[in-house]
C-alpha cells in the first residue's frame, strides 16, 4: 500500500509529571545570527547555533574558578528504557529558560529543569514495527526549536521517521501541525510503504540519527540507514533530503541525493545503478545559514562502504557537502570530498560556518573537517574553493569489478592534521625489538598511502587486508568534531590516529551475517569479519600521539598549535617494557569532546577515556585546570546561563552513570 490510507494513531503522546505546566516563559531572545556563536546565553541548537560553532561567550566560568566546578544535579537517563554500551549520544538545547533532549532506545524527549535536572515532561511515540526495526535507536543526537507566531515549539525525528511538533511547555503535541502534532516523513519519501511496518525490506530501509533543523520556517530532516560495513545486498532507498513548513507541517520540497533521470549528477552512476543503489544518507547534525537562506547537508557513501562494483561512476551526491536552498530545495552548490567512496569517509561532522578576513577581505566560509584529516574550505555562498584543493592520483582498486576514482581532492591548505596513509616510519618505536615486532606484525597487511584501496579475499599480494590509515574511526569523527570561534576565527578539531584493515568476502558469504538484510541481490563482494593487526604487547601499532586537538586559523590557513587528548594512559605509563623509558605525552586513544567559551577551550578526553574535564587556552594550548567527573563523556559538551549561574552540561556513561547528563556550576 502507499500509506496514505492510514492515519497516525490518535492516542495521547506525553506523559506529564506534577508540576510540569509551568507558568509562562520569559519573552523569546532574538534570533542570533549565523557566524556570532550563541547569544543570551542559550544554546538552541545540537551544535549551539546555526554555523555550529558549539561557541558561547559566556565567561562566568574562568581559568581562575574553573577548579571549583561542582556536580549542580545529575539526570538519569536509563530509566528511559535500555541504551547501547551505556552510551547517551544526545546534547540538550537550552531555550527560553528550558532544556529539551532526548533518551533511551525510544527516543523519549525530555523537558528538564535547568537549575535542579528535575523531569517536567517527557514525550514518547507509540511503538511500531518501524521503531522495532530500526538499527539508529539510539543513535538520536537531540531536537530542534524554532517559533511560530512568537510560540516556541520542540521538533524530533524518531528512529521510526516521524517528525513531531510539541508544546516546549507540556510535551503535548501541536494539534495543528501535520496530522495532530505529527507529519509521517515516509508519505513524502517516494517509496512504498506501511504506516505500521514501514518500506518492505526488499526495497529499502530508512531511519534517522540527528534533529532536524530549522531555516527560515523551514524544517529540514535528515535520515540514516544501517552501517554500510553492515551490508551485503545492493537495493536500499536513498537517503533524500525532506522539507516542511514549521508552522503547518505542509510538506515543501524533496532533494534527491542520488539524481534521477534528467537531473544533475546523474551521468554520475553509471549503468543504471542509480535505479537500485541506496544509502547517501545525510546522518550528521545540519547546518545552515538563514542570511544566504541554505542549508548544509553532508552525506556519507552508497550502499556498502567498501565495494562499489555495482554503482559505477563518481556517484554525486555520495559523501559530498550540499548547499540547498532552505525555502525550495533547489542545489545552490555542492563538493564531493571523496569520489566513488569505498573507505566508509562519510562526512560525520556537521559543517562549520565562519567569517574570517583573507588578504583583508571578510569571506563567509564553511569548513568541513573528515575522516580523512584534511578540512575542506569553501566559499559557503559560493562553493568556491578558499585555497586550491587539487585532484590528485591515488591507488586503483584491485579488486574484480570495482572501479575506483584515479584522482581524489586534496586540500592544499590547511595541511592534513592528523595520520594520513602508513609506513614503516610509522610504526612503534620506544625500543627496538618493540618496532621489529610490529614490522612483522604488519607483514600481513598492505601498507599505503591515503586511499589506500581495500582488498579481498585470494588477492594477488596474498595479504590479509589492506590499512586504510585513517579508517573509518580515525581523523575527525561522531563523538569529538570541530569548534569554531567566531570572534578569532580559529578552528578547533579533535582527531584520533586509527587505522582500519576491511576486509571483503563473496557477498554470498557475507550475507549469512545478518539476519534480516536490506535488498534482494546479493553483492559480488561485501565486508566480511576481517580484523586488523594486533597490538604489540598490549602496545598502540602505531607512534604517539594517539590522538590529539589541533588549533587552525582559518583567517590564514595556518596550523597554530596541538596538544595531545588528555595525558599518557596508565596502562602505557606503567607498562613492563617501557621501564625507564622516557614516554611524552601520548593522549588517549579518544576523540576528544569539547566546547569553546569567551576564555577557554573546555573538553573531556571522551569515550573510553578518563572522567576528567579540561580547561586549556584558547590562544597557546596551554592546560589551566582539570575537574575529576564521576564518568566518562560520551558526545557534544554544551553550556548555559539560567538565573545568572553558568552551566556546563555533559552527557556522559558507565561507571553507574548509563545515559546519564551531568550538570557543573560554581558553587
Not at 583573507?358 to 566559499?379: C, H, M, W
Not at 599518557?568 to 623509558?581: D, M
Request: aromatic content about 10%.
Amino acid at each position: 500500500m502507499t500509506g496514505t490510507t492510514r492515519r497516525w494513531p490518535t492516542v495521547a503522546l506525553a506523559a506529564l509529571t506534577l508540576g510540569a505546566v509551568l507558568g509562562a516563559m520569559p519573552a523569546a531572545f532574538a534570533q542570533q545570527t549565523t557566524h556570532s556563536g550563541t547569544e543570551n546565553g542559550e544554546w538552541r541548537y545540537w551544535g549551539g547555533d546555526a554555523a555550529s560553532s558549539r561557541y558561547s561567550p559566556l565567561d562566568q566560568i574562568t581559568a581562575e574558578n574553573f577548579e571549583d566546578l561542582e556536580i549542580q544535579w545529575v539526570w538519569k537517563g536509563d530509566n528511559y528504557g535500555p541504551t547501547v554500551d551505556n552510551i547517551l549520544r544526545s546534547t540538550p538545547i537550552y531555550v527560553n529558560g528550558g532544556l529539551y533532549g532526548v533518551a533511551g532506545q525510544r527516543r523519549t524527549v525530555v523537558s528538564i529543569d535547568p537549575a535542579t535536572g528535575e523531569t517536567l515532561w517527557t514525550f514518547r511515540e507509540p511503538t511500531t514495527k518501524r521503531w522495532e526495526l530500526s538499527m539508529r535507536k539510539n543513535y538520536g543526537k537531540g531536537v530542534a526549536y524554532d517559533e511560530v507566531d512568537g510560540d516556541g515549539r520542540i521538533y524530533v525525528v524518531t528512529p521510526a521517521f516521524f517528525l513531531h511538533a510539541l508544546d516546549p511547555d507540556t510535551g503535548l503535541p501541536i494539534a495543528d501541525f501535520g496530522d495532530g502534532g505529527t507529519v509521517d516523513l515516509l508519505a513524502d519519501f517516494g517509496y512504498e510503504y506501511d504506516p505500521y511496518d514501514g518500506i518492505p525490506p526488499e526495497i529499502g530501509y530508512i531511519t534517522n540519527s540527528s534533529p532536524p533543523i530549522i531555516v527560515n520556517g523551514t524544517v529540514v530532516v535528515g535520515n540514516a540507514h544501517e552501517q554500510g560495513y553492515h551490508q551485503s545486498r545492493r537495493e536500499n532507498v536513498p537517503g533524500h533530503i525532506l522539507a516542511y513548513d514549521a508552522a503547518t507541517g505542509e510538506h515543501k520540497w524533496k532533494f534527491n541525493v542520488i539524481p534521477q533521470p534528467g537531473e544533475f549528477g546523474h551521468d554520475t552512476w553509471e549503468s543504471d545503478a542509480w535505479s537500485y543503489t541506496g544509502n547517501v544518507s545525510a546522518w550528521a547534525p545540519l547546518s545552515a545559514d538563514p542570511e544566504l537562506g541554505l542549508v548544509y547537508i553532508v552525506t556519507d557513501p552508497p550502499t556498502n562502504d567498501h565495494y562499489g562494483g555495482f554503482h559505477p561512476g563518481d556517484n554525486l551526491f555520495a559523501t559530498t557537502i550540499l548547499a540547498l536552498n532552505a525555502e525550495t530545495g533547489e542545489r545552490r552548490w555542492h563538493f564531493q570530498t571523496v569520489h566513488h567512496d569505498i573507505w566508509n569517509y562519510d562526512n560525520p561532522t556537521a559543517p562549520n560556518l565562519l567569517d574570517v578576513t583573507i588578504d583583508g577581505e571578510r569571506v563567509p566560509i564553511l569548513v568541513q573537517t573528515t575522516k580523512q584529516s584534511f578540512a575542506y574550505v569553501l566559499n559557503r555562498e559560493t562553493g568556491e574553493p578558499i585555497w586550491p584543493i587539487e585532484e590528485r592520483p591515488v591507488p586503483e582498486s584491485m579488486i574484480p569489478g570495482e572501479q575506483t576514482s584515479p584522482p581524489q581532492p586534496f586540500p592544499t591548505r590547511p595541511a592534513a592534521y592528523e595520520i594520513q596513509g602508513v609506513t614503516v616510519d610509522d610504526l612503534i618505536d620506544f625500543t627496538p625489538e618493540l618496532r621489529q615486532q610490529a614490522i612483522e606484525a604488519m607483514a600481513e597487511y598492505q601498507m599505503g598511502p591515503l586511499f589506500n584501496p581495500p582488498l579481498h579475499r585470494d588477492n594477488d599480494l596474498g595479504k590479509r587486508s589492506a590499512l586504510l590509515c585513517p579508517g573509518g574511526n580515525g581523523g575527525t569523527n561522531i563523538p569529538g568534531g570541530t569548534v569554531t570561534d567566531p570572534e578569532t576565527g580559529i578552528l578547533y578539531t579533535a582527531s584520533i590516529k586509527a587505522c582500519g584493515a576491511p576486509f571483503l568476502v563473496p557477498g554470498a558469504e557475507a550475507d549469512l551475517q545478518y539476519d534480516n538484510p536490506t535488498g534482494t541481490t546479493l553483492m559480488e563482494w561485501a565486508s566480511g569479519a576481517g580484523a586488523g593487526p594486533r597490538a604489540i604487547q598490549g602496545l598502540p601499532l602505531l607512534k604517539p600521539p594517539y590522538s590529539r586537538i589541533t588549533a587552525i586559523d582559518m583567517n590564514s590557513g595556518d596550523h597554530l598549535w596541538w596538544i595531545p587528548n588528555g595525558d599518557t594512559p596508565n596502562n602505557i605509563q606503567n607498562h613492563r617494557l617501557l621501564e625507564g623509558i622516557d614516554i611524552p605525552n601520548t593522549g588517549n586513544r579518544t576523540h576528544a569532546t569539547a566546547l569553546l567559551t569567551k576564555s577557554l577551550l573546555i573538553y573531556a578526553e571522551g569515550r573510553g577515556g578518563r572522567p576528567l574535564l579540561y580547561a586549556n587556552d584558547k590562544a597557546t594550548g596551554e592546560r589551566l585546570g582539570t575537574v575529576e567527573l564521576p564518568a566518562p563523556t560520551n558526545t557534544a559538551l554544551m553550556t548555559y546561563m539560567h538565573e545568572g549561574r553558568q552551566y556546563i552540561i555533559l552527557p556522559v556513561g558507565g561507571r553507574g552513570y548509563s545515559g546519564s547528563l551531568i550538570a557543573l556550576a560554581l558553587p
